[in-house]
């Protein structure tokens, strides 16, 4: 079993919905989370950072984190087709780019 | 205003052969990496160099080989190119080691071994 788990998709959502992209670990030490977005033909782009548990918001963006249930989610709200592209999720027990482990992605496809 | 750049974006190997991945940035980064990513597995971390003149083993080394040329020249090396190693690789840097949030990724180099 992977340590983190993440549905690959496809996601297709139409523009304007409420999009939920998710992940789930295995390793209660992790405390470090991050979503990074890819986009076709590129590297992943740092998103969202978020330290141990609770919310964290950044425009249209919120990372959610549940220890408890080793579970952390990303929300998009009034999604956009630029909104189109692959979501991974990244965590580690310690801080140290070199730490992280990286969740599979899911894509996400926005209709107009 | 270039960030981490990769050369080159797209090559074809036979097995056997051999080549090196070019990766450089401009940020005055101290620490560097590369990854390898392919469907279904997410990215793998290969080799990644914390300072000018180290560099450490990641999860998935074997068949690899890396030079931390100066602060901002990273290079990979396969010296026989085998099909397992058909990937996406990306090349990314970071101000330290320590800061989860200030890495960047280049564009990738997709390599197909046939």
């Known amino acids: 079993q992977k340590e983190v788990e993440q549905d690959p998709g496809p996601l297709s959502v139409p523009e304007g919905a409420i999009v939920s992209l998710n992940c789930t670990y295995s390793?209660?030490?992790?405390?470090?989370f991050m979503w990074y977005r890819q986009y076709s033909r590129k590297g992943p782009e740092l998103l969202m950072y978020?330290?141990?548990?609770g919310n964290k918001e950044d425009g249209r963006f919120t990372a959610q984190v549940d220890k408890s249930s080793k579970y952390i989610s990303l929300f998009i709200r009034d999604s956009q087709p630029s909104d189109s592209a692959t979501y991974l999720c990244a965590m580690s027990e310690v801080t140290g780019f070199q730490k992280l482990v990286f969740g599979t992605g899911t894509r996400l496809l926005v209709s107009p | 205003n270039a960030g981490v750049t990769q050369t080159p974006k797209f090559q074809v190997l036979k097995t056997g052969q051999s080549m090196t991945l070019q990766c450089a940035q401009d940020?005055?980064?101290?620490?560097m990496y590369w990854y390898r990513q392919d469907p279904g597995m997410g990215l793998r971390l290969i080799y990644y160099s914390a300072s000018e003149g180290t560099t450490d083993k990641g999860e998935v080394p074997n068949g690899y080989n890396v030079s931390r040329l100066n602060k901002r020249e990273f290079s990979l090396r396969l010296e026989s190119a085998a099909p397992s190693q058909t990937s996406v690789y990306f090349c990314?840097?970071?101000?330290?080691?320590?800061?989860?949030?200030?890495?960047?990724f280049g564009q990738g180099t997709r390599l197909t071994v046939v």
């Open positions: 990314a840097s970071s101000i330290t080691q320590i800061r989860n949030t200030e890495a960047f």
């Open positions: 978020t330290y141990s548990s």
């Open positions: 940020m005055n980064h101290n620490s």
């Open positions: 390793n209660s030490a992790f405390q470090y």
